[in-house]
């Protein structure tokens, strides 16, 4: 074979790999699988003196969930969840401040509350992720 058909043909098979890449969309922004998370929004929970309120929300998986500190209101709460999975700490230093936290798993509950105020208060909340998802443990409903 000649220089020029060798040179050809891999030209060739570089455009027909672009070319291919190209038309399947070259992994970019495709449309999602049905197994990945859909949703996006975002449902705020407002934190006042001893309440999440509303206490219990049901979110689609992809959802993200804002904690937000409601004016006059202490600033010794958290967000903890009692399997460990989330914490916000002492960050509500101010009304006006947030936590927040994307929601991922499909038809899972997560129980949280305040380290401060749950005994002595019943400060207590519930995030359920999926319509399916198992109901809160009793006090986070």
């Known amino acids: 074979m000649s220089r020029i058909p060798r040179t050809a043909l891999a030209l060739a098979a570089i455009l027909m790999t672009v070319l291919l ?8 922004s495709g449309s999602s699988s049905p197994t990945e998370p859909t949703g996006g929004k975002t449902v705020v929970v407002t934190i006042s003196d001893d309440t999440y309120d509303p206490r219990s929300v049901t979110i689609n998986p992809g959802d993200t969930v804002q904690w937000v500190l409601k004016s006059g209101s202490l600033t010794t709460h958290t967000v903890t969840d009692t399997g460990g999975k989330f914490d916000s700490g002492f960050v509500f230093t101010a009304a006006g401040m947030t936590f927040q936290r994307k929601f991922t798993d499909v038809n899972a509950t997560y129980n949280y ?5 749950k005994d002595c208060c019943n400060m207590k909340g519930s995030v359920r992720v999926g319509e399916n998802s198992p109901p809160p443990d009793k006090g986070y409903q």
């Not at 890449?21 to 970019?28: I, L, N, R």
């Open 21 to 28: 890449v190209w038309a399947c969309g070259g992994g970019g």
């Open 113 to 117: 509350s305040c380290t401060t105020h």
